[in-house]
C-alpha cells in the first residue's frame, strides 16, 4: 500500500492572498498495491511564496531590521510546519533549509548530498 498526496482541487483563478484561508495541508490518500509507503510532496504555493521571501530578505540590505525580518519569517515557517505530520515536516525542512542556504549564497553542490537519508 502506498501513501500519496495530493492537493485540493480549486476552482477558478485564485491570488494567494484569496486561498489564504483555504487549507494548505495536502490531502492524503492510500493506493493499494506491493509499493514500500513513500510520501509524494507537492511544493505548496505559500511555502514558495515564503521561500522567495527569504531569498529577498537575504539580497537586501545587512541592516537589523531586515535583519529582524528574516528570523521572524523562519519562526512563521517553523509555526507552519508544525502543524504536518512528522514525515510532511521533514521534507518541508529539508527544502527550506536548503532554499534559505541557496539564498544566503550557498553552492547547490553543498547541500545537494545532504538530507535525511531515507530517500533512498
Known amino acids: ?58 539580497a537586501g540590505d545587512a541592516d537589523v531590521e531586515n535583519f529582524e525580518r528574516l528570523f521572524t519569517k523562519l519562526k512563521e515557517m517553523k509555526d507552519k510546519a508544525s502543524s504536518l505530520p512528522h514525515e510532511q515536516r521533514k521534507v518541508h525542512a529539508e527544502k527550506v533549509a536548503k532554499a534559505f542556504w541557496m539564498a544566503i549564497g550557498g553552492e547547490e553542490d553543498e547541500v545537494d548530498d545532504l538530507s535525511s537519508g531515507e530517500e533512498s
Open 1 to 58: 500500500m502506498g501513501l500519496y498526496l495530493e492537493q485540493p482541487e480549486t476552482t477558478g483563478l485564485s491570488s494567494p492572498a484569496e486561498g489564504a484561508n483555504e487549507s494548505e495541508e495536502p490531502a492524503v490518500r492510500e493506493t493499494e498495491g506491493s509499493a514500500p509507503a513513500r510520501v509524494e510532496t507537492i511544493v505548496d504555493p505559500m511555502t514558495h511564496l515564503d521561500i522567495q521571501e527569504l531569498a529577498n530578505l537575504t
